[in-house]
């Protein structure tokens, strides 16, 4: 039987989506798998990687509502088909979550957090979840002006992260530093700038994937060894260290965590240090695939209700290596999805 | 002390941290000195087997034991 997947987060630049590595795992994970590509961007590399996607879709932006995503989704169904939706953008994840029981009536399956779940997450929510999993989280402060910006400065001490709400993070050294980041930042990403302790000690992260009933069916960690001016990995290694992997077990038992999950860390011994939950999978998911624990083909199957075996251990010392790929189309590619929003792999 | 035990270091003194995900290179006589310490061998039996293998006097071995082990402490490989 053929399972029809949409993906978004298809973009392949310096700062990727995870949606071409989460086709590339689902591939992988059986010949019975047709992939979508869902797009915001003409441009979006997973629009021309036919060897990945079968279809590709240009979807209205989020902040447009709901309506007109889910009118584009029910076209798919109809015309190629649509049973699992793995929606990878953040800004995208609020609608997904609000909807998923509507789309679930329509046959469109997906498994993702709750609303409170997703709140229980958020940067503002962060210091108490992180109390309640007896792990340390920075001093954080949001801030919308340069005024708020030096009381933050003289309560946190410098240096200090300055942050964007959703995406970048810059080290700031001196006031001025901080201040040319917080007006660079809030051009880009908008308010509040967020202000944060520098944590001493080695930058973990964790993937994984929760059933929704406390446990984890699956989880790869790892130590980003070269990464990209914005912090995204280049050369990455498995590790094993017991107090990262206890945390994101007790992350996941605490909160009943529903669906994929990616934890960023500051580990100092056993002193854990909490610096973000994101709500999907990152874009390095396919390093966890690539050593034999499939997360999205998991994420498929307990959307669909079928029962998903718990993945096994994974070995410390698995070596991680991204590279740029270039591929060759023709004007008429991009033309077709300009004009139709829609293009269909030969 | 846990953190050496799990040391992970091949024969041409590759060091690999499973927890941290940490590597580092190794010469012959760092190499000999970690596996020693994850032997659990004492500083003076590691500085005597030192004095075996190379052409070092014992006080010298010693000292340069001891200043490699304040390393690893340092970068918090050793307790």
């Given at each position: 039987?053929?399972?029809?997947?949409?993906?978004?987060?298809?973009?392949?630049?310096?700062?990727?989506?995870?949606?071409?590595?989460?086709?590339?795992?689902?591939?992988?994970?059986?010949?019975?798998?047709?992939?979508?590509?869902?797009?915001?961007?003409?441009?979006?590399?997973?629009?021309?990687?036919?060897?990945?996607?079968?279809?590709?879709?240009?979807?209205?932006?989020?902040?447009?509502?709901?309506?007109?995503?889910?009118?584009?989704?029910?076209?798919?169904?109809?015309?190629?088909?649509?049973?699992?939706?793995?929606?990878?953008?953040?800004?995208?994840?609020?609608?997904?979550?609000?909807?998923?029981?509507?789309?679930?009536?329509?046959?469109?399956?997906?498994?993702?957090?709750?609303?409170?779940?997703?709140?229980?997450?958020?940067?503002?929510?962060?210091?108490?979840?992180?109390?309640?999993?007896?792990?340390?989280?920075?001093?954080?402060?949001?801030?919308?002006?340069?005024?708020?910006?030096?009381?933050?400065?003289?309560?946190?001490?410098?240096?200090?992260?300055?942050?964007?709400?959703?995406?970048?993070?810059?080290?700031?050294?001196?006031?001025?530093?901080?201040?040319?980041?917080?007006?660079?930042?809030?051009?880009?990403?908008?308010?509040?700038?967020?202000v944060q302790e520098v944590v001493t000690g080695e930058e973990l992260n964790v993937v994984g994937v929760g059933d929704g009933n406390g446990a984890t069916v699956g989880m790869v960690a790892i130590k980003k060894l070269t990464t990209t001016t914005l912090g995204k990995i280049w050369n990455g290694v498995t590790i094993q260290n017991p107090a990262l992997l206890n945390a994101a077990k007790q992350f996941v038992k605490t909160s009943n965590w529903r669906g994929p999950f990616e934890l960023e860390c500051i580990v100092d011994d056993n002193r854990v240090t909490l610096i973000e939950i994101n709500p999907r999978f990152p874009a390095w998911v396919y390093f966890a695939t690539g050593i034999g624990i499939n997360l999205p083909e998991q994420i498929v199957q307990l959307a669909m209700g079928k029962p998903c075996a718990k993945a096994g251990d994974f070995a410390a010392g698995k070596l991680y290596i991204r590279h740029t790929s270039e591929q060759i189309c023709d004007i008429a590619d991009l033309s077709l999805l300009a004009c139709s929003g829609e293009r269909h792999g030969s | 002390m846990q953190k050496i035990k799990d040391l992970a270091i091949n024969d041409a003194g590759f060091a690999f941290d499973p927890t941290t995900g940490a590597s580092f290179t190794l010469n012959e006589v760092a190499t000999q000195i970690i596996s020693s310490l994850k032997d659990q061998d004492d500083l003076q039996l590691i500085s005597l087997k030192l004095t075996e293998m190379f052409e070092v006097d014992f006080e010298q071995a010693y000292q340069d034991v001891q200043e490699f082990v304040e390393q690893l402490k340092t970068y918090k490989i050793y307790s």
């Open positions: 039987m053929t399972i029809y997947v949409a993906i978004s987060g298809i973009n392949a630049s310096d700062n990727p989506g995870p949606g071409v590595p989460v086709a590339k795992s689902l591939l992988a994970a059986s010949a019975d798998i047709k992939t979508i590509g869902l797009s915001y961007d003409l441009h979006d590399a997973g629009n021309y990687l036919d060897d990945l996607f079968d279809s590709s879709f240009i979807l209205p932006y989020p902040s447009g509502g709901w309506d007109g995503i889910v009118a584009k989704l029910r076209h798919i169904k109809q015309t190629v088909g649509l049973d699992v939706i793995i929606p990878c953008l953040d800004a995208e994840l609020p609608l997904y979550i609000k909807y998923q029981d509507a789309l679930a009536k329509e046959g469109i399956l997906t498994f993702l957090p709750t609303v409170g779940q997703f709140k229980q997450r958020t940067k503002e929510n962060l210091a108490l979840l992180s109390k309640n999993l007896d792990l340390q989280h920075p001093q954080t402060q949001g801030v919308i002006n340069i005024e708020q910006l030096q009381k933050a400065l003289d309560k946190i001490q410098l240096p200090v992260y300055v942050k964007g709400n959703y995406y970048e993070a810059f080290p700031a050294f001196t006031k001025y530093e901080a201040i040319s980041h917080f007006t660079k930042i809030a051009n880009k990403w908008g308010f509040p700038v967020l | -």
